[in-house]
Structure formats: structure tokens, C-alpha cells
């Protein structure tokens, strides 16, 4: 069924214009879709392709489209909405229903509050990634950070913006790079944010010595890319989400060279899988102590650190 076809009148039950002859008397009869009603149509359309959160996804597919916060929303639930206005919803609810990342539909993501540009260069930030930052909080004064694997940028504009730290920021991907050069820029950051295309540790200056180092690398296995949603396996870039046979290759010959760009007694935060902390907790890396774990919202592992001993 082609996107043109897949949000219609017909099979979704959202509006669309009455055209021809034959439909005078029937055209006089408007019936008016509020923005109520198309939540509703809408939620339903989405549950029915099989997408999570189709509520909340409804909700703020409908704000965006309709320039309004969320909130909003539910103070004009019996507001009428014009034809105009169901148009430019049409081919964003399509969307959505093929499962195409709610991110890049919208064209940006919340992290922490920052407005981070998403779109298919760079893994979505996560909303648990955001318990990085608590973290850092906690290690007192942090002058100069060092992110692998920035991605999208988030971490390193959400240490630049609340701890008022130097970032050093790096990714092996060009257009995530890219991506994170538009977000420093649309926070202003470039005077604390350092951009640089290394795969892993190979061109990050060696004569500099970090406070921390931080890396939200791939640790999916490659065994689990059955498992996963749509949104994630076709939305993020593969080389953002496979770690190799057990998820931590990259982790590994990191946690291995990473110890000669560390101020001593450096914290080294890496974000894991759920079990994944057994692993790293039975092996040894050169000059680096295994200190503890971090859950998340949900109670799952999400965090190994270590400290450069």
C-alpha cells in the first residue's frame, strides 16, 4: 500500500476532502474535525500499525504539526482544525505508522532539556543516557571531559551547558560528526565543544590529560538485531548500534588505551546492556580499576565505570 493510500478516509477513518460532482448536497454537511477527534483517529490508526506509545506518539506528532506545546493539546481538545492543517498532518502520521523514528519525524529530541537535532546520521539520545550527567555531577569539578562516540552531540552539549566543562567530543562517523557540529552550533558551544573525526582514541591528542571520559558506544550483540523494533533496526545507523559477537568489542580495546589520556584517578563512564557489567567486572584492562554499576529508570544496569588507578 503506497504512503499516499496507507492514511486515508478509507482505512483510517482521518479526513480527507470531498471532490466532484454528485457530493453538492453532501459537501454542505461539514463535519468538523477537532483536534480531540484526531487524537483519537490517530491513536487508533498507530495502534493498529503495531507502534509503542501510540498515544503519547500521537500527541506529539499533533503538537508539532500544529505548532502548540503538548499541553496545549489538552486545553483546545474541542478546537476545529482545517483542512490545511489535517494536510500537513497526513503525511506525518504515515510516517510514523511505517515506523520511522518519532525523532526524525519531528526533526529534534529533549535530552535534558536541550533541544538535540535528530535525524538517520546519528543514534537517538536516549532518555536513560541522561543519568550520564548525574553521574558526572557527582565526581566535584570537571574541567576537561572526553566523549567517544558523541553521536548526536547530546552528552557533550549537556556537559558543556550544566557543567560548564571543555569537551572534547569524538565519533568515527563523518555525518554523526556533522550532525554534532549543528547542534554545538545551535547552543553556541563551539568556544567549548571540540569536534574531532577519530576512530576511538587515534586522533585525540595525547598530550592532553582528561578529568573524565565518557562513551555511550555500540554494545548491542549481533545475535540481538532479530530482537529489536523496527524504529531502531531501520532508523539508527548500524554502526551505532553492533558491538560485535558479545556487544563489547569497541568497549573493550577502549577501556584497554584509554588510561595514557586520563588524569589520575579519572572516571571512566560507559554505557552498557543489562548483564553486559559481569563481563567487563571478570576481565582486566591495563592501569583501570573497576569501581561500580548504575541502573537506570528501570531498574537495568545501564553503567560501568571505572577509574584510572
Excluded at 16 to 39: D, M, Y
Excluded at 114 to 141: F, N, S, Y
Excluded at 204 to 227: M, Q, T
Amino acid at each position: 500500500m503506497s504512503e499516499k493510500t496507507s492514511f486515508s478516509a478509507e482505512n483510517s477513518h482521518f479526513p480527507t476532502p470531498s471532490h466532484g460532482r454528485g457530493h453538492k448536497f453532501k459537501s454542505c454537511i461539514v463535519h468538523l474535525e477537532t483536534i480531540l477527534s484526531i487524537l483519537n483517529k490517530t491513536t487508533d490508526f498507530l495502534q493498529k500499525h503495531g507502534v509503542p506509545n501510540a498515544k503519547l506518539d500521537s500527541q506529539l506528532l499533533l503538537a508539532h504539526g500544529l505548532g502548540l506545546k503538548r499541553m496545549d493539546l489538552f486545553l483546545n481538545f474541542d478546537r476545529p482544525l482545517s483542512e490545511q492543517e489535517l494536510a500537513k498532518l497526513r503525511p506525518m502520521v504515515a510516517r510514523r505508522a511505517k515506523r520511522e523514528p518519532l525523532q526524525h519525524i519531528i526533526g529534534s529530541v529533549s535530552f535534558r532539556g536541550h533541544e538535540i537535532k535528530c535525524d538517520k546520521r546519528a543514534l537517538v539520545p536516549r532518555h536513560e543516557t541522561e543519568l550520564i550527567l548525574d553521574m558526572l555531577m557527582e565526581k566535584g569539578k570537571l574541567e576537561n571531559i572526553l566523549d567517544i562516540g558523541t553521536g548526536t552531540g547530546a552528552i557533550a552539549i549537556a556537559a558543556a551547558l550544566e557543567l560548564n566543562a571543555k569537551v572534547l567530543a569524538t565519533d568515527v562517523s563523518k555525518e554523526a560528526l556533522e550532525l554534532a557540529k549543528e547542534n554545538v552550533a545551535l547552543h553556541g558551544l563551539e568556544n567549548k565543544i571540540s569536534l574531532v573525526h577519530s576512530d576511538l582514541l587515534s586522533d585525540v591528542p595525547s598530550d592532553v590529560k582528561f578529568d573524565a571520559l565518557l562513551a555511550n558506544l555500540p554494545y548491542i550483540p549481533l545475535s540481538d538485531a532479530a530482537n529489536l523494533q523496527p524504529e531502531v533496526l531501520n532508523g539508527d545507523p548500524h554502526l551505532a548500534l553492533f558491538g560485535g559477537a558479545d556487544g563489547l568489542e569497541l568497549i573493550r580495546k577502549l577501556l584497554n588505551t584509554c588510561a595514557n589520556y586520563l588524569k589520575p584517578n579519572a572516571p571512566v563512564i560507559l554505557e552498557i546492556a543489562n548483564g553486559q557489567e559481569k563481563i567487563l567486572q571478570s576481565e582486566n584492562f591495563i592501569d583501570l580499576k573497576f569501581t561500580e554499576i548504575r541502573k537506570d529508570y528501570n531498574e537495568q544496569v545501564r553503567f560501568a565505570v571505572f577509574n584510572y588507578a
